[in-house]
């Protein structure tokens, strides 16, 4: 890949997170939940954008979640539990300029599969 291709590639994902985030609020009630992958591992945090604080947050690389599709359905599932602490029943996803299939479709999928309402 050349360094051209990768400022492109960078610049586009930039693009495409500045147009979602500029219709995604979060509450305290229902929180925003922004996605973060890199290449090895995949980071989430639930936002209440209203307050400006971080409600929960999930560290892949301490938790030992891979950035994969397994991984990704493990930090779903530990999120979620960290979610319902908090009592957290209902969400808004933000993928973060990420396209909505591999990782991040099986992070959100792990969440409705542990009762957290997207």
């Known amino acids: 890949m050349t360094e051209k291709h990768l400022k492109q590639k960078?610049?586009?994902r930039g693009r495409r997170k500045a147009r979602i985030r500029s219709k995604l609020v979060g509450s305290a009630i229902k929180p925003r939940i922004s996605v973060?992958?890199?290449n090895r591992y995949i980071y989430a945090q639930a936002i209440d954008d209203a307050n400006g604080v971080t409600i929960a947050a999930f560290d892949g690389k301490a938790q030992g979640a891979?950035?994969?599709k397994e991984g990704a359905a493990k930090a779903g599932k530990t999120f979620a539990e960290a979610l319902k602490a908090k009592k957290v029943e209902e969400v808004i996803f933000d993928r973060?300029?990420?396209l909505y299939h591999g990782v991040v479709a099986a992070f959100a999928d792990a969440l409705r599969e542990n009762a957290i309402k997207l």
Do not use: E, L, M
């Open 36 to 38: 973060f992958r890199s």
């Open 96 to 98: 973060n300029g990420y």
């Open 10 to 12: 960078i610049a586009t």
């Open 66 to 68: 891979a950035s994969n």
